[in-house]
Each structure stands twice: as structure tokens, then as C-alpha cells.
């Protein structure tokens, strides 16, 4: 299985402590390397393993207020630059989806059908093509009289299409848009922790320090903005 690891802060944060420890876990995690610094827009993604390059990974300044990180164990594809997570998708209005996955699913026809628009060959991409084509469904059907309805609405769209890909298999998702730059994390596997910190929250596949992280609530959607969850 691959390993993730996300933050949402309240400022830029230096994250070199922690995905110094995170990319050492390519030792395992071969097949692949990559990070959205979402606030810059700035997408790295590499088809070898991280610790090749792990001492070019250490002197990166990686300070983000919003972020996404990823180490490959395949199950689906080869290890190739079109395979790397964080994927990044746009929907019908053009806003900016990235997503990074640790699991696998079992296709369902209507998402295996979504194969015919991937640049790739895994599930994880698959998984952010189903987020992206429940939202556009979401703008073409919906109409709303306010913001607050709008997001409301939309959240629990985000949240139902969770719970449908979950009964497909293990769907432990970090992922943001860039229309509200909210951090989503979704867990049905009991595999996921979370860090409060004075800067903002991280959620990782393992406790990347010897801190205070807990595991993340299962089968719920949880939203992050600005360092805080806010629903």
C-alpha cells in the first residue's frame, strides 16, 4: 500500500520535519514520489523512489499552508511519472482538484468506465475523476439561493460519493479544491492519524513524530480550512 501525508495550516509552515521522516518510508514505498504544495501550485512528481533523491528532499524548504505528499507502493499500473499521486483534475468551472489515495478499489462499471478519461492506470485516479464528475453533476442539477447553501450542498455531495467509492474497497483519501483551499480527508480503514498543531493539522498514514497524533473518525468527511476542521 502507498503512504500519504497532508497539511492545512493556518500560515506557511515549515514541513521538513515531517516529510523528512515521511519519504524515509520509500524503503518500502519504491514504486514512486510526489508533493502538491497547494498554495504555490507547485506539482512534483517522480516514478522512482524517494530515497534516491532523499538528501536533495531534506534541503527542500518545504514550507506550505496547504499540502499533499505521497510515497508509491503499486498495486495498479507500473511505476511511471503518469501513476505518481497527488493527481490534479479540473472540473466544468475550473477549479483545480488534487487528491492522493492509500487503498485500492474494485471497479464498479460506472467507475471503470471513467478509465476511457485517465491519463494513467491506477484506482487513486480513478477515485478523482468520480469526485470531480459528482461535482459537475452537482453545478449542471443544483440551484441555490446562497454561498452557505452552495458549499452545504456540495459538501455532502463530496461526502456521499466517499461512502459510495468506500463500499468498493480501501478509500483512505486526502484531497483539496482550489475554490475554497480546503484540505478533505476521508478514512474507511482505521489508517490514518492527525496532528493538531499551533500551525495547522496533519494527517498522515503513520505518526511521523513522537507528538500527540490521534486517529482520524472513520466513514465521515472531514473538512479542514485555514488549521481548523469545520464541520
Keep these: 500500500m502507498c503512504e500519504v501525508y497532508g497539511f492545512c495550516g493556518n500560515k506557511p509552515t515549515r514541513l521538513n520535519r515531517y516529510t523528512n521522516e515521511f519519504w524515509l518510508h520509500s524503503r518500502v514505498h ?18 522512482n523512489s524517494a530515497m534516491n533523491y532523499i538528501k536533495g528532499l531534506g534541503k527542500f524548504n518545504f514550507e506550505s499552508k496547504l499540502a499533499l505528499c505521497h510515497i508509491r507502493f503499486k498495486t495498479h499500473g507500473p511505476a511511471s511519472a503518469l501513476n505518481c499521486h497527488p493527481f490534479i483534475k479540473y472540473d466544468v468551472k475550473g477549479i ?5 489515495h492509500n487503498g485500492y478499489i474494485d471497479d464498479s ?9 485517465q491519463k494513467g492506470e491506477t484506482d487513486s485516479e480513478r477515485i478523482l475523476l468520480c469526485i470531480v464528475e459528482a461535482i459537475n453533476s452537482f453545478y449542471e442539477h443544483s440551484y441555490f439561493e446562497n454561498y ?22 480501501k478509500t483512505n483519501l486526502i484531497f483539496t479544491d482550489s475554490l475554497t483551499n480546503n484540505m478533505y480527508v476521508y478514512m474507511n480503514a482505521h489508517s490514518l492519524y492527525y496532528l493538531k498543531t499551533d500551525s495547522g493539522i496533519h494527517v498522515s498514514t503513520t505518526k511521523l513524530t513522537d507528538e500527540d497524533w490521534n486517529s482520524v473518525i472513520p466513514n465521515k468527511l472531514h473538512i479542514f480550512n485555514n488549521g481548523i476542521e469545520i464541520n
Design 30 to 47: 519504491q514504486d514512486g514520489f510526489g508533493y502538491y504544495l497547494a498554495d504555490r501550485n507547485l506539482l512534483y512528481v517522480n516514478p
Design 96 to 100: 483545480r482538484w488534487s487528491l492522493i
Design 109 to 117: 462499471p460506472a467507475v471503470a468506465a471513467l478509465g476511457t478519461l
Design 148 to 169: 452557505n447553501e452552495f458549499f452545504n450542498c456540495m459538501y455532502h455531495v463530496i461526502e456521499n460519493t466517499c461512502h459510495e467509492l468506500s463500499t468498493l474497497g
